[in-house]
């Protein structure tokens, strides 16, 4: 009887406070700037990946929450190839090992968070896959040397396979061999961080990440600015905010750069706008919150979608997350959306 060999993980969400947004090469998702995480924990909102492989089995195949996914895709193989060849090394150097590196691979994914909360699904679900590929072939790669092949399956994957505060650097090499996360800082160095998601619409993006950022990168005359310039700048103090655990710093840096983004969302030709009038009313009710605070105790900040994050610690909780659900409770607008469509989650 043929053996099966198999390994499960899971990896988490993760929610740009500094935004990728644009490819200096789309087929090996290198970005045009580098960008900074805050994982979402890993209790809460993450993917689950089973990985195996056999000599039975006659095709790759890849299963998302009970559906049968293509897995011909150039940014599967590419994390499949580059997995495989480490793999094929590994058992170069030691011929008592199972040949696994010529096996069909099984992959059994389930996200733990709906569809309808519009997260970037895609991040933890590369990095998922590729973690999972790696304890099934005994890699010794470390999170950083797998970010550069999770990378290559969604350019936002890379940053979920740490926990807490991740960095993309964007590197320069054309290989990508220098494109990779690194860990700014564990999320036990600023655990209090909370945040809360705000699902202005369930409905599917209508311009996707891949080809929006595109057109931004070949028609946006700020884009440039923004990715040569203000976000070098921000990488540079929003670390040193999070080293310092500097709130106010922090949420200031995390409007901006959503707002900047955005800004050449708009000032791609033609316009790509993510954001709707709910959104907008998050961001003044934010306002709100920080004005009546004197200080900035939340900030807001949105992907390639109307859905806001908003992020505060855990002693302002009444503050802000208590305003929103009040807000929510109250307002027009949010319509059959409102029920169960806040979720506050720890940082
Ligand atoms: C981010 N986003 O930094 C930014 C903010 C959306 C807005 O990364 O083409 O799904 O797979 O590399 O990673 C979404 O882009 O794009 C994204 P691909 P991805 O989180």
Redesign the pocket.
């Known amino acids: 009887m043929s053996e099966i060999y198999r390994a499960s993980t899971t990896a988490p969400v993760n929610?740009?406070v500094i935004?990728?947004?644009g490819?200096r090469d789309p087929s090996l998702?290198l970005p045009t700037n580098s960008?900074l995480?805050v994982t979402l924990s890993q209790s809460d909102l993450r993917t689950h990946t089973t990985a195996s492989c056999s000599p039975t089995y006659n095709s790759d195949s890849l299963l998302l929450n009970g559906s049968p996914q293509d897995t011909s895709g150039s940014r599967t193989q590419a994390c499949f190839r580059e997995l495989r060849s480490l793999r094929s090394e590994l058992e170069k150097s030691d011929a008592s090992l199972p040949k696994l590196s010529t096996q069909k691979l099984k992959i059994v994914s389930e996200n733990n968070f709906p569809t309808a909360a519009g997260l970037?699904s895609?991040?933890a679900g590369f990095a998922a896959l590729v973690r999972a590929i790696a304890d099934l072939y005994q890699l010794t790669a470390t999170p950083t040397e797998l970010s550069r092949i999770a990378r290559q399956g969604?350019?936002?994957?890379c940053r979920s396979l740490f926990g807490g505060y991740v960095s993309w650097e964007m590197g320069s090499a054309a290989d990508g061999s220098d494109s990779l996360a690194t860990e700014v800082a564990p999320s036990s160095h600023w655990p209090n961080i909370r945040a809360i998601i705000l699902v202005a619409s369930s409905a599917k993006k209508g311009v996707s990440?891949?080809s929006g950022?595109q057109q931004t990168v070949a028609t946006s005359e700020l884009f440039s600015h923004r990715a040569k310039v203000l976000v070098p700048e921000r990488m540079t103090k929003m670390k040193d905010a999070i080293k310092r655990k500097d709130f106010a710093a922090f949420a200031e840096l995390t409007m901006r750069d959503s707002n900047g983004?955005h800004a050449t969302c708009a000032d791609t030709y033609p316009p790509i706008f993510y954001l709707n009038d709910t959104s907008r009313a998050a961001i003044r009710v934010v306002e709100n919150i920080n004005a009546a605070a004197g200080r900035s105790i939340a900030a807001y900040t949105f992907?390639?979608g109307p859905n806001a994050v908003v992020y505060y610690l855990a002693e302002d909780e009444g503050a802000v997350a208590g305003v929103f659900k009040g807000f929510l409770g109250e307002k027009e607008g949010w319509g059959s959306e409102r029920g169960g469509k806040v979720k506050v989650v720890e940082g």
């Open positions: 929610i740009a935004k990728y947004w490819k998702n960008s995480s970037a895609s991040a969604s350019g936002s994957a990440s891949t950022m983004f992907d390639a």
